[in-house]
């Protein structure tokens, strides 16, 4: 039977989607807590639902806290959902003990990365659902999670791509035509599977010896893993906001000193700086911007994504990637480019939900 509603409230009821079935679970647990605990709760309910690793959906109703330190899976607190194929509910089914009850949703934020939550599947139950979502849409975020499909939209659109040739699990056996493309590409290289973020299994490559091990570890996260040309220069990024009118925050930049930006570099910054806004010109902070904003129109992005370049000594920009759902924490690359050009999160958080 169907949930009561308060009559007397007109808050919009926001389901905050955390978890998921990825190697980036956790990253999302410190996001979505971010997102949940700066929500203006006078104009939105937060309808919190967890993914847990293995897959199954929970509405969540403890206490927001546990999110963060996975605590949250409770007995008392968790109730196994659904997502109803019914459009004209447009929300889940609670599947209670003593029988199915319904909850309708105004809308839907998926804070999820990586695999199976930026890559489209879990955008096209939404949208098949009818639930009004918040972010890419599926066709976006599946060409956004495909980095070959994704270079070659870029590519056509005038922007400077890095060489890559892509790999399946049966060229691997022979291994010999990889090794030719390796070698074509020039060491050192970067090995990266297809579909994957936070750098998970990505491998600099410094010379043949290593390229075998390298590929056997990425595609322990992909079916299909690409080499790629390891750009000189240094990581761009730009925070970009809307869908018809642009908001793009201040272009960030990457300081290594050793390695690449991996896993770990990404969330402890160990032999790393971020620096906002980056350390060049005025006037090529704006061709950055105009790149992002031209890739982030091509791929058919919407309301809110990271764009990623490397910018060269010569100037040149090349893209990277677009993460379609960016970290999300307080102190993460895209809230901290907004917040560089004014914008609060909390105030970030409302324009996101404002489209709902």
Sequence with gaps: MPEKKDKNTNKKKIAILFGGCSSE????????YAV??????????????GIARDGKWYLYRGEADRIPSDSW?????????????????????LLKKEGVETLSLDGALPILHGKNGEDGTVQGVLELAGIPLVGCNTMSSAVCM???????????????VPASHTVTEAELEGFSQVAQWAQELGYPLFVKPMRAGSSFGITKVAGAK?????????????SYVIMEEMIDGFEVGCAVLGTEELVIGAVDEIELSQGFFDYTEKYTLKSSSIHVPARISPQKAEEVKAAAAKIYRSLGC?????????????????FNEVNTIPGFTSHSRYPNMMKEIGISFAELVSRLLSKI
Excluded: N, W
């Excluded at 899976?73 to 089914?93: F, K, M, N, T, Y």
């Design 25 to 32: 679970y956790e990253v999302s647990l410190q996001s979505a």
């Design 36 to 49: 949940i605990t700066h929500i203006d709760t006078e104009a939105y309910e937060p309808v919190l639902i």
């Design 73 to 93: 899976q409770q007995e008392g607190s968790c109730i196994p959902v659904a997502v109803s194929p019914d459009r004209e509910l447009h929300g889940i089914l």
């Design 146 to 160: 495909d980095k070959e499909t994704a270079h070659r939209l870029a590519r056509e659109c005038g922007v400077k």
């Design 210 to 222: 290593e390229l075998q091990a390298a590929m056997q570890h990425a595609f322990a996260y992909d």
């Design 302 to 318: 919407s309301d809110f994504a990271r764009v990623d370049m490397f910018l060269t000594p010569q100037g040149e920009i090349y």
